[in-house]
C-alpha cells in the first residue's frame, strides 16, 4: 500500500463550512497527488506537489488549496464547500523520477449537504 | 491538454472467455500508460503499465498492447475468472507528468 493513509476515511458537513482532509505517507516520496472521482469522470486531478512547499493546480482545481509543510504531509481544503463537491478523494504518490507509476490511499468519502 | 476515451464503459462476459478494453490518447507526447483495477470501495490498484517504447506487455493472464501510430492502447484479459469483476481505468502520462484518466469500464464475469 505504500504507507499512505487518508484522513478522515468518512466525512459529512454542511454546505459552506470549510473542510481539510489529510494524506500522510511514510514513504518519503517527494511527488504527492489529490484526485476526485466522480461516476462517469474517472479520477481527475486536483492538486499535485513534487517537494514541500511546492505545488500546483491540476485539471479541477477550483475550490481547493492544498498545503504540504513537510514531506510526509499533503492536505487539501476546502475553503467553503459546496454539494459539487460531495466526491470520493484519493491521495497518491510517486517514487520519483523516471518512476512514473502512481499508487493510491485508501480514500476520503465526502458528503456535502 | 491530454484526453482520454475509454471504451467500452461497461462489458459482460461469460466466465474463462476473454475480455478487451480499449483507449485512445490525444497527446503523441505521452509517454506512460498504466492500467488501474478498482473493486467496490477500494482503492485503484495498478495491475500493468506499459511505456512508449515497447508495443506489448503481458503479465499471465494480462495483457497491455500500445499503438503510438494510432494512438491508442488496449488490455487483455484471457480466461476470465470472476474476481476480474471490477472497473477498470486507464491512464496516460503526458509530457508534464500528469496522469489523465479514461472513464472507467465496469467488468463483470458471470460464472
Known amino acids: 500500500d505504500a504507507g499512505i493513509t487518508q484522513s478522515p476515511r468518512h466525512k459529512v458537513t454542511e454546505t459552506g463550512t470549510p473542510v481539510t482532509l489529510r494524506c500522510h505517507q511514510t514513504?518519503?516520496?517527494?511527488?504527492m497527488y489529490w484526485y476526485r472521482q466522480d461516476p462517469g469522470h474517472g479520477l481527475r486531478l486536483i492538486h499535485y506537489s513534487y517537494g514541500v512547499k511546492d505545488t500546483d493546480k491540476g485539471e479541477v482545481s477550483d475550490g481547493y488549496s492544498v498545503s504540504r509543510s513537510k514531506t510526509e504531509d499533503f492536505l487539501l481544503t476546502l475553503e467553503s464547500a459546496t454539494s459539487s463537491q460531495t466526491s470520493v478523494y484519493f491521495c497518491?504518490?510517486?517514487?520519483?523520477?523516471?518512476?512514473?507509476?502512481?499508487?493510491f490511499g485508501p480514500g476520503t468519502r465526502l458528503l456535502v449537504l | 491538454g491530454e484526453n482520454v476515451e475509454q471504451h467500452p464503459s461497461t462489458l459482460s462476459v461469460q466466465e474463462g472467455d476473454s475480455a478487451v478494453i480499449k483507449c485512445t490518447y490525444s497527446d503523441s507526447a505521452s509517454n506512460y500508460f498504466p492500467w488501474y483495477k478498482q473493486e467496490l470501495g477500494k482503492r485503484p490498484q495498478l495491475i500493468i503499465d506499459?511505456?512508449?517504447?515497447?508495443g506489448e506487455k503481458k503479465d499471465q493472464r494480462i495483457a497491455v498492447t500500445l499503438n503510438k501510430t494510432a494512438k491508442h492502447f488496449s488490455l487483455h484479459i484471457t480466461e476470465t475468472q470472476p474476481e476480474d469483476s471490477a472497473v477498470y481505468f486507464c491512464a496516460a502520462l503526458n509530457a508534464g507528468n500528469m496522469l489523465t484518466f479514461g472513464g472507467g469500464t465496469r467488468l463483470m464475469v458471470k460464472p
Open positions: 497518491a504518490i510517486r517514487q520519483g523520477q523516471g518512476r512514473e507509476t502512481q499508487y
Open positions: 514513504e518519503n516520496h517527494r511527488y
Open positions: 506499459i511505456r512508449s517504447n515497447v
